[in-house]
Structures are given as C-alpha cells and as structure tokens.
C-alpha cells in the first residue's frame, strides 16, 4: 500500500520560498501521477499543481502559475513542490496525491488514490 508523508511546510513572510517534499513508502511512485492540493479554513480543497509520469508533463492552477515549480526524482521516490515569491493567500495545509496515471480529472480530489497527512504553510510578516 502507498503511503505519502508530506514535510517542508512553516512560517514564512510574503515573498519568501519553501520547498514541500512528498515522500512515498510501499510502492514505488513511477506510474502514478502526483498532485498538490490545499485546503485554507473554510474553504473547498483546490488543486494547486500535478505532474504525470515525468518532469514533462506538468500542470498548474493559474494562480501559482510562475511560482510554483512540482517536479519527481523516480529514484528517491519523491515529489516536490518549489514556492516561491509567496503570497498571504497561499496560506493553507498543502496534501499531496497520488493517482494511477491520470489522464483526465488532475483537479478533481476524487481522481486520486492515497494522501498525505499534509503540512501547514503560512504566509504572513
């Protein structure tokens, strides 16, 4: 069974960076697509970004769209998800999914399998 820890989360002032990583145990992650989700208080879990079986399929949600970078190292069995000039409204707890080569629905939380227990980020001065 896959299990997915997510870590790289915290406190950081608007216009900084963080790097969220996706650690998997149990199987390997090489035919699953891999997506980044978040859910602020209050509001509806939205996807942020996936990528498919490799670094060149890549897909985001316009508002992280030039600031969010995910990429995959098949080897480490690892997904990241680099955030950069932060915005308070980037404020939420981040999950990360995992979907059996998703072709179709990479938005929608349904699509995907497993979860991670997600990782808080804050974006405040």
């Known amino acids: 069974q896959l299990q997915l820890v997510e870590s790289g989360g915290g406190l950081v002032q608007p216009g900084g960076s963080l790097r969220l990583s996706c650690a998997a145990s149990?199987?390997?992650?090489?035919?699953?697509?891999i997506g980044w989700f978040r859910q602020a208080p209050g509001k509806e879990r939205e996807g942020v970004s996936c990528v498919g079986n490799s670094n060149d399929n890549t897909y985001y949600a316009d508002s992280v769209k030039g600031r969010f970078t995910i990429s995959r190292d098949n080897a480490k069995n690892t997904v990241y998800l680099q955030m950069n000039s932060l915005k308070p409204e980037d404020t939420a707890v981040y999950y990360c999914?995992?979907?059996?080569?998703?072709?179709?629905?990479?938005?929608?939380?349904?699509?995907?399998?497993?979860w991670g227990q997600g990782t808080q980020v804050t974006v405040s001065s």
């Open positions: 999914a995992a979907g059996l080569q998703l072709i179709e629905g990479i938005w929608d939380p349904s699509s995907y399998d497993y």
């Open positions: 149990g199987s390997t992650l090489d035919d699953y697509s």
